[in-house]
């Protein structure tokens, strides 16, 4: 397949690409205006105009790039994130339109959900974060498209995705794990889902298919942990105890405040088990059934499985 992938610069594209190359598929990179741009691939998503250079015989669009504030990225107030992250993302899926491409896959997010034990794709949706919403605007505009063309348009939720060279929550729990100092979490926070970069790879792979049927997934390992869970699975990775004592709530949420991380604080106490069966059925696709010991072998710095 020939295949136009955005975001090639990113975390997930990392670990993808290799994946798509080795299935033998030909594979052209999306550029931002300040990348060297080739010219096979047209400059900048705001700027498809007819006379911008696009691939022929493209057999699908996969669409990772994105603005995220979590990434440290400038202008993401939320008119910024509305532009990049859905009319953007419009104006990507009318280019494919109009050269003919019939399938088109889109990396949104879960937190265009509200938090819950048992989030599925027919939950409420609330996005959790001004990032989200322009998400749901982007899977919103998608659907439109979709609705009055013949583009196959493949929507993929991923809950927070944890892998060598990751950023957010996880990765600062990973970080704290691998001091030597006792961690005070046992009992604090509940139980979210995550979902390892290979699997979420494979589950790409699977979407891109020319079989594989369209529509909205969401994507997560088998089961959610809590922090504790994490920070123990790391220091078991290093052949360590979990270390752990009990969680002074208010002297937590004293030094979250102090280090500006209100927010990741929230993203702990507040359930977010997602269910990926919908994904596995549609896709045939495998979610991580052991997170716990995907995070070990991340701590210790075991090369990943290969997804399935």
Known sequence: MRIL???????????????????????????????AVPASAPARLPRLGPDEPWPDGLDAVLHLAALNPSRGGPGADAASLDRANAADTAALAERAVLHGV???????????HATGDAVTEGSPLAPQSPYAASKLKGETALG????RTRLAVTILRPVPVYGPGGRGTTALLLKLA???????????????????????AAAILRAIDPQAPAGTFLLADAAPVTPAQIVAAARAGRSRTPGLLPAPSG?????????????ALATLTAPFAVDPSAAARALGWRPEPDTPGRLADLARGTPARPAR
């Open 251 to 263: 002297l937590l949420r004293w030094a979250a405040r102090l280090s500006g991380r209100d927010r």
């Open 102 to 112: 019939p399938r088109f896959v889109f990396l949104s997010t879960a937190n265009v």
């Open 178 to 200: 691998a001091s030597p100092l006792p961690l005070p979490l046992h009992g604090f926070g509940a139980p979210r889902s995550l979902l390892s970069v290979q699997a979420l």
């Open 144 to 147: 439109e498209i979709a609705a």
């Open 5 to 35: 992938v955005t975001g090639t610069s990113g975390f997930v594209a990392g670990h993808l690409l290799p994946g798509l190359e080795a299935a033998g598929h030909e594979v052209f990179a999306l550029l931002r205006r300040d990348a």
